[in-house]
DNA sequence: CAAATTCACTTGGATTTTACAAGTGAATTT
DNA sequence: AAATTCACTTGTAAAATCCAAGTGAATTTG
């Protein structure tokens, strides 16, 4: 198992030591948005992580907390994993990103009608998004 | 000036290509929450980031237009970081993200009243800390 | 039902990022 | 005028990430 340090008390610093790199928060995207959940769904989403990285950030959210390592129902090859109550906490925190990522930068169109749908109803997306991964 | 190479369309994908590390928003959060504005001050911040990759990271920011620098009114051997408009935008993620590390971590007592208070009125709060950096 | 393929990883090594320690020159203080 | 502060730079060691190639168990195929 790895061993966690956390720098200080604070809550963006001890996030941070448990997120704060390029792949963490795009595992659990993919879980989230793109109903993705097992290592080769990961390893296929797109933006090419490579494997041995992603066995090791798998390995570290688990150890934190943030998803959980569960037998497939389909096949015994496979491992299914998913959010636990702590990772699906962190979606109000990826629907923050989502809208300053797409007011300051150019994204893909499919982001706008979401986008859009949030400043209507925040909440609702938010607890549809939930449901989702009940 | 450093090339921002973006993974792909996703806007978390692209935030995370620009603050997907341990320290970048570590420094956002100096501005924001301990009013911190000059290179000494992150230095001397508290977790000990080091001069080299604090050089680096503010370039990086400054680059990806998250902050800026400019003169200092008191003092010629020094600068001014401040938040652009998109760096102040982040207010609403760091917001987020100390709500779900409160629930989930122990952290410093100071965060819990502010917590409460964002319980009760997160936008009020978001606008107040929008204010204190005009 | 044996062989080929899929699946979730491991392993080994190159590259990049971060950490640590010491310097540098301009501005400020003593 | 000398010492100190300030915002960095430079050099190197350690760690994280990338890249390519395996490995063994489970599944699919012929």
Redesign the interface.
């Known amino acids: 198992m790895k061993e966690i340090h956390?720098?200080?008390?604070?809550?963006?610093?001890?996030?941070?030591?448990i997120l704060?790199?390029?792949?963490s928060?795009?595992i659990v995207?993919d879980i989230v948005f793109k109903g993705k959940n097992t290592y080769g769904d990961f390893l296929n989403a797109?933006?090419?992580i490579t494997t041995s990285v992603l066995a090791d950030k798998l390995a570290l959210l688990e150890c934190n907390?943030i998803i959980s390592k569960g037998i497939h129902p389909k096949s015994k090859a496979k491992f299914l994993y998913t959010l636990t109550p702590?990772g699906i906490?962190?979606i109000?925190?990826?629907?923050?990103?989502?809208?300053?990522?797409?007011?300051?930068?150019?994204?893909?169109p499919f982001?706008k009608p979401f986008v859009k749908q949030l400043k209507k109803d925040k909440a609702g997306v938010i607890k549809m998004l939930r449901q989702s991964l009940k």
């Open positions: 956390y720098r200080s008390d604070c809550p963006i610093g001890k996030a941070l030591d704060g790199d390029k792949w928060l795009l995207r797109g933006e090419g907390g702590k906490d962190l109000p925190v990826l629907v923050e990103v989502i809208e300053w990522s797409e007011k300051h930068h150019d994204v893909h982001a």
